[in-house]
């Protein structure tokens, strides 16, 4: 078996075994005995793990993270290696990142003479689970005696070949909100009597669209959407109550802030307006992936003639990755995997990765990791 095949076997293999966050026990297992047969020495935090690989030569050290955790998804994707575990898929194509950061990890192990310094690899649980398992592994002490870090992720937007990098801002804060209004039910026959909670919230979702309409610049990103609304028990019976619950996306602090404060005056005014009452419940979430200037900088030069690096806007996503790049510099890249024929998004469960792009990610992840310790290298740069 090739190097190339070996990573296209590793993806397919974790893709039968797909579990939701800190729940990743098969994975764990997995993931383990691969790198024990490297001659790695794994640390294990929960369902986290992460290993080092020295080289020859001493030198600062770069971490490259890999997410490892599925979605609460059925599988309808009709592939010969689909999920063994009903109600669980790996959507976002974090059996990718795996399989990638494995073959990276092996590369790095056989050609030690090849690059300056360590390398440590980190398989992180949870991503899909705010707040997330990036915290939980910093806290445990993974960015310990790191310098920079790495990530990267699947994308199905761009094709097999292509990338993006760059410095500055590459996915927004990820909020979500509950906006809950308390009416008074009754008889679907005697609508006067009542306050009409669906009536209300179905209201509160048209004004919601409003917001980033008339209240945010025109060039200023922000993204308001409903996703669910919870109400009623059966056809003739005025609901009491109702749910509304939404996300929220931003790359400023300062529309964060005014989307969260007019969330709160449209959904409390337009309650009032049918004599309701209506509470709202703000989350923050992953916050912006910013990344540093001189790392994206670096990787992207390392990746001249490797992949055709797009020139795109920021994405509206999330991403826990945004911690590890609060406490050290680092960048995180878009790796194209559009699949032949029709493509679908991710969280679908219709979710394809093109597995031509799984090799390439192992020659993006090894020449990004390789192009930051040789610049420091060559700069003569030491440990702070």
């Known amino acids: 078996m090739t190097w190339q095949e070996e990573v296209i076997a590793h993806r397919r293999a974790l893709h039968q075994i797909p579990e939701l966050g800190f729940q990743e026990t098969k994975t764990h297992a997995y993931l383990m005995d691969a790198l024990h047969a490297m001659g790695l020495d794994p640390v294990v935090h929960k369902t986290g793990i992460w290993a080092d690989i ?218 009032r307006l049918y004599d309701a009452e209506a509470e709202l419940v703000y989350i923050k979430g992953y916050p912006v992936v910013v990344n540093d200037a001189r790392s994206a900088e670096q990787w992207a030069n390392a990746l001249e003639g490797t992949v055709t690096l797009q020139d795109d806007h920021p994405s509206m996503g999330g991403e826990d990755f945004a911690y590890y790049l609060h406490h050290r510099p680092g960048a995180f890249l878009f790796l194209g995997c559009a699949p032949d024929g029709e493509i679908f998004p991710h969280h679908s469960p219709h979710f394809l990765v093109n597995e031509a792009a799984l090799p390439l990610g192992v020659d993006v992840l090894y020449k990004g990791v390789q192009s930051l310790l040789a610049a420091d290298s060559a700069h003569g740069l030491q440990r702070p």
């Open 54 to 271: 020295d080289s020859l030569r001493p030198g600062r050290t770069v971490a490259l993270r890999a997410d490892i955790d599925g979605l609460p998804l059925l599988e309808d994707t009709g592939l010969s290696f689909s999920s063994n575990h009903p109600g669980v898929m790996h959507a976002c194509g974090h059996d990718g990142h795996m399989a990638i950061l494995l073959g990276t990890a092996a590369r790095l192990v056989a050609q030690k003479d090849h690059w300056t310094g360590r390398v440590r690899v980190l398989f992180q649980p949870a991503e899909e689970l705010p707040p997330g398992g990036a915290q939980d592994l910093i806290a445990a002490g993974v960015l310990d005696g790191v310098d920079q870090i790495l990530g990267l992720h699947l994308w199905s937007e761009y094709p097999v070949g292509t990338a993006r990098v760059a410095p500055g801002p590459m996915m927004a804060n990820a909020d979500s909100f509950i906006v809950r209004i308390k009416g008074r039910g009754g008889h679907g026959s005697q609508p006067e009597s009542t306050k009409d909670a669906v009536l209300i919230a179905a209201q509160i979702v048209v004004n919601l669209q409003t917001i980033v309409s008339r209240r945010i610049g025109a060039f200023e990103p922000a993204v308001v959407t409903c996703g669910t609304i919870q109400a009623g028990t059966t056809f003739n019976i005025i609901a009491e109550s109702a749910e509304v619950t939404g996300t929220v996306r931003t790359f400023s602090t300062a529309a964060q802030a005014l989307i969260q404060q007019e969330i709160q005056h449209i959904a409390k005014t337009t309650a």
